[in-house]
T-cell receptor, first 118, second 111 residues
Framework: ETGVTQSPTHLIKTRGQQVTLRCSSQSGHNTVSWYQQALGQGPQFIFQYYREEENGRGNFPPRFSGLQFPNYSSELNVNALELDDSALYLC?????????????????FGEGSRLTVL | GENVEQHPSTLSVQEGDSAVIKCTYSDSASNYFPWYKQELGKRPQLIIDIRSNVGEKKDQRIAVTLNKTAKHFSLHITETQPEDSAVYFCAAFNTGNQFYFGTGTSLTVIP
């Protein structure tokens, strides 16, 4: 059991505010990635961290930023919130990514943080 | 970049029948194709995956086939059960270090 934990589970913000979402795992895996899942859609890749360095980014603006800490926990920060940022944000460990990824692997997702922007 | 398309978006089958979900991808560099099951309010969980050097993989009632030439892969569930009801996502991974997910198929198994 990889035990990926995300917090908070639900939160409500207003436009223009900032939010920080957190992720940790029992296994302390060195690769963590974040996904945005809008209602009725598949997860969209935001970015990935490997050993505290960002090593992959999807098509998201710079106001989406992240951190990975020495204990491999991670944060996703979103500034200047917009209505379209309302979604389920999923953290995942694993996936096979690394400094020179060749093969994908299983992603272990957390339960997600559901963000509502009003 | 990669583009993954998934069909159908919804699928209803009678218990015991088979279900097939299809995905296409655009980037020939993609080399790993997992399928995830997401129950309502739960996290996505891997149910089966296939790598580009394999054409078919089976795990009990679940199988995945891959056609690299046509750039499509399919999930097959046989002898469906009510607990198979969920949303299923296909995905493609390439050496750009990124997973691209399909838009999901909501499967309902009718008892």
């Amino acid at each position: 059991e990889t035990g990926v934990t995300q917090s908070p589970t639900h939160l409500i913000k207003t436009r223009g505010q900032q939010v920080t979402l957190r992720c940790s795992s029992q296994s302390g895996h060195n690769t963590v990635s974040w996904y945005q899942q809008a209602l009725g859609q598949g997860p969209q890749f935001i970015f990935q961290y490997y050993r505290e360095e960002e090593n992959g980014r999807g098509n998201f603006p710079p106001r989406f930023s992240g951190l990975q800490f020495p204990n491999y926990s991670s944060e996703l920060n979103v500034n200047a919130l917009e209505l379209d940022d309302s979604a389920l944000y999923l953290c995942a460990i694993g996936g096979g990514g690394g400094p020179t990824p060749l093969n994908g692997g299983e992603l272990f997702f957390g339960e997600g943080s559901r963000l509502t922007v009003l | 970049g990669e583009n993954v398309e998934q069909h159908p978006s919804t699928l209803s089958v009678q218990e015991g029948d088979s279900a097939v979900i299809k995905c296409t991808y655009s980037d020939s560099a993609s080399n790993y194709f997992p399928w995830y099951k997401q129950e309502l309010g739960k996290r996505p969980q891997l149910i089966i995956d296939i790598r580009s050097n394999v054409g078919e993989k089976k795990d009990q009632r679940i199988a995945v086939t891959l056609n690299k030439t046509a750039k499509h892969f399919s999930l097959h569930i046989t002898e469906t059960q009510p607990e198979d009801s969920a949303v299923y996502f296909c995905a493609a991974f390439n050496t750009g270090n990124q997973f691209y997910f399909g838009t999901g198929t909501s499967l309902t198994v009718i008892p």
